[in-house]
């Protein structure tokens, strides 16, 4: 009896045996946040980077549009919401530099933008060797999104000084006996509308280096005070790069400030006169005609007949889209205002001008056309940081046109790491990406075969960068390219 | 329809007896196993072959917190098992037998949770709710799993009223769905364009047996 049950222990171990040979005990006791193929540790949480709400992208562009790359530009934000401001790295600086005549600034996520309590800062610009000089630019939105923001910087001469014209508003200014003033584009007109917090409006007049002692006259300067004399002047002065805030007045033709300054700008200020305002701005509609979504960023110019009222861009993740450019100011006399929205190397636009009538605070809606021949591309990035082991998906900007043409450049921006370009198949673009305060040229072929030969480049260019991964495959009407970049230890972008 | 229910019963006991022409006992099992904790109603209708039905259940909740990329998370742990089964036994020796059959699968593991720490950022913090809830949940992606087992001992006594059975096998649930719900800041996470639920289903796909280790306690209640 003994030996018989001991017989049926060993026919039972074998079926046991038999049963789980197939299911390996190593496998089971695999930890699942190592990775199977390298066990490397694997990150669970996916988290994007772009923890901003509201988002600027401010252009410094010349007369003419075009970015201004290479000066070095330093750029101060004023007023009370300025302190809320942060660079993608979540830093509140002083100044802050564009980078390739772009900057991205971001509002901090956690004080609200709303109506009641709109975000509400002015954009000072220095150019390092005095090339240019800007007008301080209001930035005021009453509501959470991602805005663009142009700041166009006019072309000066080494040792002239302004001649402002006062009795010729809007304004016309001279240097050295030059007008600066664009054919039928009343850019000073818009100028003059410039608001600062408490009311008063700004442009800029001059910039002159000062003797030790702080009294600059208004030698070679004509300033017709009547316009002035009931209103105070705030401006701003350098001591040793620092920016101070100091009261000076306006005397008799002269500017006295109170310091010892080595350098000087000064804003001199107007009344808004006949100039209404409208705070709930213009909300524009776009979407595509075929349903081809895709990521851009559109030119607009708000008008008064030919007076340009406001300019600027409109960033979109996909189409359709709705996004509300701003307040802006209006002459009290305009009973209609003209928008008009130029496409870029993606998308032509079939009306692109479109009169409105009860302008403030309505929307404006527009169709978008893809242009033919184009693919989408929809382009997925994540960026791993092997040193702090985390997965993150960057919102990332940039822009790009065919390599080699003059085409004008295309913008785009990813959302949670991705985004959808329309693109030419078989062609290779010139593509300059943003990515926090770092930024990356390369060249994008849609070939597939070529690909490695762009990411080789890549690497060797990007001395950050520890390796590139990347996968194509075909979606219903185009193609999907997700790519992987690994950082080195302590190259981490954020 | 209840009178129909039983004279079938009755019906098919007839057929089975007259079938094997034996004797039949039916009983009740109370048992324990990976599965959970349940019972068996055990109807041996063959010397050598019987036939249960039977569910168990098991129920595990805990918290955890873990930290990734400086955030730390704290997730609610669900963990539960259990099953519906209806299991054929063969004896291939007197005591012991193969087990084959199906189960309806109710092996669930579920993780929801969210950071409780703000992340510093810069000269910023952002704040924990900016950073999103999430919830994991992880199930068999076959519901009715195929059985196979074998056990020593006996699912119903076979010279008395009480019996003890001891039984190993696997549940073949095939390779876990993971579904992966996420808000806010890692709402990446649950986006299929970064094939995060892709790739942890791939790590978790070696788990298509669920392996089962039971005790059972069987009493027999008729003998006919």
Redesign the interface.
Known sequence: MKRK?FN??K??AL??LT??VT??CN??L?N??K??ETGED??????????FETKFTFHFVDSMGEYITDKNISVYLLGDDAANI??Y????NDVYTPSKGRLGLAY???VRVTESDPVEFTVFVDVEDQSYEAIPVEVYFSEEGNYDVEVELFKTEELKSAVLSPGTEPFNVNFNNTLIKKNNDPVWKALSGVRYANGKSYYSVFRATLPPVGKLTSTNFTLNESLYKNWGLEGYYFISGDRKTKEFKLTNKEIEVKANTVSFKAYSATELKNVLRCTKGIFVNVHEKFNQTGTGNFKYKLLNGTDVVKTGRISFPSLPFTVNIGAFNYPASATSLKFKLEGDNQYTIETSEVNMTNFCGDTVKFVAKSKTGLVPY?I?I?ITCPG???G??PSMGGKFRVTGSQDPWTYFEFV???CTLLLNPGATYSVEGYLGDMTAEFDFPTDESKIDEAAEDLLESKKELEDIEYEFSETGNGKEI?IHAIFKDGDCPF | MKKIAIILAFLVLIIFKQGFAQNMNLGVAIKGSTMGLGGDVVFQFHERMDARLGFDYLQYSTQKD?S????T?LADITAKTGSVTALYDFY?????F?AAGFGLNNFNINATGKAINGYP???????AD??GD?EFDIAPSMRISPY???G?GRALGKDSKLGFGFE???YYQGSPDLTIV?TG?????S?P????EK??E???S??Y?Y?IVKFSLSYKIISF
Do not use: C, R, W
């Open positions: 049950v049926q222990i026919v039972f079926l046991v049963l789980f299911n390996s496998d089971l695999n699942p946040m990775d199977k694997l990150t669970l949480l996916l988290l994007d980077f772009n923890f942060v660079d790295n979540g830093k509140k901090d996520p956690n929809k997925v994540s702090n082991v985390i993150i998906t949670q790491g991705t997700k | 873990f990734e990329s400086d955030i998370y291939i020796l007197k005591y012991i193969v950022y810069g000269d910023i913090v952002i704040a900016k950073i999430f196979l087992g074998v020593f190993l096998g696997s996420t800041l890692i709402s990446p996470t986006n364009d970064h094939g995060q790739l942890f791939s790590q978790i070696q788990y047996l392996p």
